[in-house]
């Protein structure tokens, strides 16, 4: 039971709310997804041993970090873009112009880097998913 619970103490996505000034410093910090860049998901297997478990239960906690941080920055992302769309529909002739500057601006600085995420992202939540499900069903079976 030790490795579900240490997947459970963590694995509900979300994210802490940051601001635009956090996103841009973190902006060259690639190497926290880095590593799983180019990397196919791995298949997950039923669990047919304790120590298939722990390999499991590590693996999870090596990558959810990386996940939830993702997560947090690509949600923070996408309220930054629709803060700006609502600040279009609702501006006069300057505030849209503004608006639509700032929208040109982020799309240049966070464009490859959002959708090099995505894709990690994407990939991490199904592997993740299917860590989480083989854990469960191993427990529920040794229970």
């Known amino acids: 039971a030790r490795g579900l619970q240490r997947i459970q103490k963590g694995s509900s996505a979300g ?3 940051r601001g635009r000034a956090a996103l841009e410093e973190e902006g ?3 190497e926290f997804f880095a590593p799983y860049e180019g990397r196919a998901p791995e298949r997950v297997e039923p ?3 304790v120590e298939q478990y722990d390999r499991y239960c590590a693996a999870y906690q090596r990558m ?3 996940y939830k941080r993702m997560h947090a920055e690509l949600s923070q992302n996408g309220r930054e873009f629709l ?3 609502e600040r279009y529909k609702a501006g006069d002739r300057h505030e849209k112009s503004t608006a639509e500057g700032e929208m ?3 799309l240049r600085q966070r464009s490859r ?3 090099r995420m995505d894709r990690i992202f994407g990939a991490m939540h199904e592997e993740l998913k299917a860590i989480k499900r083989e854990v469960c069903a191993f427990q529920e079976a040794h229970a």
């Open 113 to 115: 880097r959002i959708a």
């Open 104 to 106: 040109r601006q982020l």
């Open 83 to 85: 803060d700006l769309e």
């Open 15 to 17: 994210g802490h709310k």
């Open 64 to 66: 959810y970090p990386v």
């Open 28 to 30: 060259s910090d690639d």
């Open 47 to 49: 669990i047919a041993s």
